[in-house]
């Protein structure tokens, strides 16, 4: 029986119709075998667009339905739907990309029609030969892994395990809590960072529902939607969790002393450390480097004075196998490596600091007790706050890091309430964008911030008069005067760009996910879809995305554990039916499709002297079908014959 | 000049798209509006390692100038090395291709990742003009005969 095909021409508002003639279009399709309608419109996905679908599935009695419009990244589901809803198979629908991959890159009007000609030609000649398939339904674990525990991870954490749902929280470093804990004020509001930030550590440190896995990090990841599998890796702190009350006792007694990591090496921290007073865990880590036990095999301080006898030099690493069925990743970003800058004399000046050393310096627990301090121990008189270090660069990053602007106005702010130093600050353009920021940039007009429009050429001690003798002297255009400008100064705070995390490859590599051009990780829609990403069930959420704000991060760690609920509330997932199938009887026993399945769903029977897949191991790569050499492997709706059918229909 | 251009000679050339990283650059490209050649239509599969050497001399065989087959960068495939099992069976393709005397500027194996429309756009066209220059491939005469 022949079959009836309807197709649709959509014109996407005028996004198809303002260079593809989708009349014309239409006109072809009808003149193509099994077409038995044809219609082009300005919606298609839209209700009205969808029930003519509908109403002419169930009166003109189609078999098969093309529909011709965006991406099928975009609307495939949505048809699907439709085509569902009246009764037919939804594989028996095939979607044509005449927008994205058609009007959008064409030229001229005659080429764009053309070219969806040949397009829509080969989807119909494709969907006679689609078959109507059955979904798989799968259960939906609800335990979730969390990788990540600054403000963003804690933020889903809290939210996922409130519900009642197990989550499994990754940190890397010794305690949660990650940039932001480090920083002192938060911008517009100047909350102190910890004030707001502790106590959902805290929350998070005794959440029954949270599993905190820190000093850790997940080495091996693999299964689909609803059931992944990971395998987390527990880095020794050599002191065991179980036992230590956290007293810090150890710390005190430590005898060595080394530059702290979250001091920026601006203080000083013990071999066996917390990271900060208020870390979660509390329980300290030793430095294996620098410990004089495994230096010299001496010391055992802690060992004698620990009351819980909780030192363990012995421990060893240790691997945890989870289940869970979604995933959020929430790894964060990088700061820009200053002394890339070579011009700007970072490392080379002791008093040109990067923004996350101004933090430490101005925080009330940080190495100076939060005074402002040149090298010397001396106040500053005059400060310097460069923008966009490594930001809107070609030479570094293009992008804006979106906080720089914000956080340089804090700087300046601090700097005036704690120092009597005149602030200039060296910026491109002001980004006031997010609600209070320009309030809050106009505050800072006010407090006597002098404001130079231009960046900053070169910080240099060479002085070319007394009055810059023995100081640090900014060199840039002013270009709202016209010309550039000297200023001496003591102290210059380099406003750093954010960047992908050093290590964020291998995370896109165990987790399999994009990165977007400039290394972060790749959301599957930037304004639909910005927490969700190609795979089902994984999820991206603050500044692993891109440079995010405290803001935006908690709102984005928020969308990503509503997304997590709703995906574990459904209870099971359907599963693309684009596995492989083994036609047993034309299987000739050659094996070469066993060794080739990267998820070893492809097994040998003996007895019967033929390949078995297991269809739940299988994700439909279809790397088999194409390698079996009798075409005994077939990959359901990507079957030979339909491919083949494609091929023919463009070369026709 | 016009008159020239609607007499030169397009290329047709079957497109094998992974739809994880090559299909969606080659989508980026058009919300970027970047413009380029239509002589590609493109046919999405799940993965590089989909495409059977025998779908590549189908089309040939059915008129095609051109094969472009476009991946995941290696490292990057979503199933692991379906890629790398594709770069294999290039190989030997491209070796038989030979012998047929087709050039083996026609059938290109690359790599667009999710992230390039730019890179996409680009491998387009240069897969076109190099077509282009060689002119039709008339798979009849030189492989039939």
Known sequence: MAEKIGVYICHCGTNIASKVDCKAVAEYALSLPNVAVARDYQYTCSDPGQEMIKNDIRELGLTRVVVASCSPLMHEPTFRRAVGDAGLNPFLFQMANIREQCSWISESGELATARAKTIVGAAITRVNFNEALEVQKVPVNSNVLIVGGGITGIEAALQIADSGKKVYLVEKEP????????????????????????????????????????????????????????????????????????????????????????????????????????????????????????????????????????????????????????????????????????????????????????????????????????????????????????????????????????????????????????????????????????????????????????????????????????????????TLLGIVRRIPVDLVVLSMGLEPRRDATQVAHTFRIGRSKDGFFLEKHPKLAPVSTASDGMFIAGSCQGPKDIPDSVAQGAAAAANVLSLIDRKEVELEPTIALINEEACSGCRICVGLCPYNAITFDDNANRAVITNAFCKGCGVCVAACPSGAIEQQNFTNRQLIAEVEAICA | MVIELSKRFEPKIVGFLCKWCAYTGADLAGTSRIKYPPNVTPIRVNCSGRVDPTFVLKALSSGADGVLIAGCHPGDCHYTNGNVKAIRRFKLLQRMLNQFGVEKERVRLEWVSASEGERYARVVESMTEEIRSLGPLNWKAMVEA
């Open chain 1, 175 to 478: 305690t949660i809590g990650g940039y932001m804990a480090r920083f002192d004020k938060t911008f517009p509001t100047l909350d102190c960072a910890a004030c707001i930030l502790t106590p959902k550590m805290v929350s998070v440190g005794q959440h029954p529902n949270i599993e905190l896995l820190s000093y850790s990090d997940v080495t091996e990841f693999s299964g689909y939607v609803g059931n992944f599998a990971a395998r987390i890796r527990r880095r020794p702190r050599y002191v065991d969790e179980e036992k230590c009350n956290g007293c810090g006792l150890c710390e005190q007694k430590c005898p060595l002393s080394v530059p702290s990591e979250f001091d920026c090496g601006l203080g000083k921290r013990k071999a066996i450390y917390r990271p900060f007073p208020q870390a979660v865990p509390s329980i300290p880590v030793i430095d294996r480097e620098h410990c004089l036990y495994f230096t010299k095999g001496i010391c055992k301080v802690c060992v004698k004075f620990c009351p819980k006898g909780a030192i363990d030099f012995e421990q060893k690493e240790k691997f945890l196998d989870v289940q869970v069925g979604s995933v959020i990743l929430a790894t964060g970003f990088d700061l820009f490596d200053a002394s890339r800058v070579k011009e700007y004399g970072y490392g080379k000046f002791a008093n040109v600091i990067t923004s996350l050393e101004f933090e430490r310096l101005t925080h009330a627990s940080g190495p100076t007790g939060g005074k402002i301090l040149l090298k010397n121990g001396k106040n500053p008189e005059t400060v310097a706050i460069v923008h966009c270090v490594g930001s809107r660069d070609q030479n570094y990053n293009e992008y804006c890091s979106r906080v720089c602007c914000m956080y340089s106005l804090k700087t300046a702010h601090l700097v005036h309430e704690k120092t009597d130093a005149k602030v200039y600050e060296f910026y491109i353009d002001m980004r006031a964008f997010g609600k209070g920021y320009e309030e809050f940039y106009k505050r800072l007009l006010r407090e006597d911030v002098t404001f130079v429009r231009g960046r900053v050429a070169e910080i240099t001690d060479v002085a070319q008069d007394p009055s810059e003798k023995g100081r640090l002297i900014v060199v840039a255009e002013d």
